[in-house]
């Protein structure tokens, strides 16, 4: 039986983690200082998710590979440049801020509208995939309400194998506590698929790939779509990067049971 999937992969840029990442006030609420300075990065958990859609597309001859991404054109422009070179896709882009602090319902529904703009996009052929988290905002909300305004109810979180049966139906394992997995089994697509970190190595890459994608994609990022993220109620009191806090005392000779008791009363404290 031949299965083709219309495999869309949610995902954006964030910045490098070895930068230091300093929230400040902004006219429109918190911002990240220097933040169109930061070096950027594709969103490390869309990463697994592209990599997995593009070689499930490899295996199923006729998928197609769409990745629809909410973030600066001239930053994605130059994350585009690398992440191009690892797989092969088609570049769907809606212009707009990338910030964690953006509201996630305003997130979900602008890439919701913009996946709903894909020419030849088949939604009962479509595998709705992206991180599970996210880098810059780590609620885990963003694909639940994309499949949900997308009317797509088969949802998957923490998904780290997909197996396509013969039959066509999708056997998805999923994260669970304690190290192990929880096996479900859907008819088919649609279905949404937020992934962990999947079995997957990054691939190498590969200028033919890079060149090919850039063709095509250079045109979509010209062409990109101012994003209204403007709707959102969604305000913060205060944002702050978490203090850390160290103490140490040196103490010889005291019994094993005295200090548990210790840290048992600090804990608490």
């Not at 083709?4 to 954006?12: D, R």
């Not at 440049?81 to 910030?99: C, I, N, R, T």
């Not at 030849?120 to 479509?126: A, E, R, T, V, Y």
Request: net charge negative; hydrophobic share 40%.
């Amino acid at each position: 039986m031949s299965n083709e999937f219309h495999i869309v992969v949610c995902g954006s840029i964030v910045p490098d983690p070895l930068q230091t990442l300093a929230p400040q006030d902004g006219p429109n609420g918190p911002v990240l200082q220097n933040e169109m300075m930061l070096p950027a990065v594709l969103d490390p958990w869309a990463g697994h998710a592209l990599f997995e859609a593009a070689d499930l597309a490899a295996k199923n001859p006729g998928s197609q590979v769409w990745l629809v991404s909410l973030g600066p054109k001239a930053k994605l422009q130059q994350v585009m440049m690398s992440v191009s070179q690892k797989a092969p896709f088609q570049l769907v882009v809606a212009d707009g801020s990338a910030s964690g602090f953006e509201d996630s319902f305003e997130t979900a529904k602008t890439l919701a509208d913009t996946i709903d703009g894909i020419a030849g996009l088949d939604k009962s052929k479509m595998l709705l995939f992206g991180g599970w988290q996210s880098a810059s905002r780590g609620s885990g909300a963003v694909m639940q309400m994309v499949g949900e305004l997308l009317g797509v109810t088969e949802q998957f979180q923490g998904v780290d194998k997909l197996t396509v049966e013969g039959d066509g139906s999708l056997e998805v394992l999923e994260r669970v506590e304690g190290g192990a997995y929880q096996k479900s089994v859907v008819d088919g697509a649609p279905a949404v698929l937020g992934w962990a970190t999947g079995e997957l190595p990054e691939p190498p890459n590969n200028p033919q790939i890079g060149m090919q994608n850039m063709q095509k994609n250079m045109p979509a990022l010209q062409q990109a779509k101012p994003a209204d993220l403007s709707g959102t109620s969604l305000s913060f009191a205060s944002v702050e990067v978490p203090q850390q806090r160290r103490e140490t005392r040196v103490v010889k000779d005291v019994p094993v049971e005295e200090m548990a008791k210790e840290i048992v009363e600090w804990i608490k404290g």
